[in-house]
């Protein structure tokens, strides 16, 4: 039987792959031009999802965990004008989850209950929530990936 430490490590790495797998899924089935169009009046493009949650698992994995040197620009996110392609945000967005796997398993049993503080997260209190945390984020934006895709298909046609 595994260790707690051990069934944590794995539990992440598998609940983060199986999620960045469903967004190179859901993005492959849109074209560039898809990829960052606005279906609605609110909300955000598929694009800038992704670029916000690869600036989310940088900065609060990357940066404050693996030490990474990352700077987030968390408003650019949302509002960058450059149209980057569709390959290069992706790709961007697995160094993330790369980053995050690293991260994972660079954690000894004892560096999980390690205190843990970051802007806009000044409450997470240690390593193992503010995994958790980013994990369910990601979760919650893969959801409203799969809303945008729906939508974005039934408009085209």
Not at 7 to 12: E, H, K, Q, V, Y
Not at 41 to 48: D, P, R
Not at 52 to 67: D, K, R, S, V
Request: proline residues 1%; negative net charge.
């Amino acid at each position: 039987m595994d260790s707690l430490h051990a069934s944590i490590a794995n539990g992440l790495e598998e609940r983060y792959t199986y999620l960045a797998t469903t967004v190179r899924e859901l993005a492959a089935k849109l074209s560039e031009e898809q990829f960052w169009q606005k279906p609605f009046s609110f909300g955000n493009t598929f694009g800038h999802l992704v670029l916000h949650l690869t600036g989310n698992l940088n900065y609060y994995i990357g940066t404050e965990i693996a030490g990474t040197g990352y700077v987030r620009d968390r408003d650019q996110e949302f509002d960058e004008p450059k149209r980057l392609s569709k390959t290069e945000v992706l790709r961007n967005f697995d160094r993330a989850i790369e980053v995050v796997l690293r991260a994972i398993h660079a954690q000894s049993e004892e560096d999980w209950s390690k205190s843990y503080t970051a802007a806009r997260e000044e409450d997470a209190s240690n390593r193992f929530n503010i995994f958790l945390r980013c994990a369910t984020h990601l979760h919650h934006h893969v959801g409203q990936m799969v809303y945008l895709c729906f939508e974005l298909g039934r408009s085209s046609g």
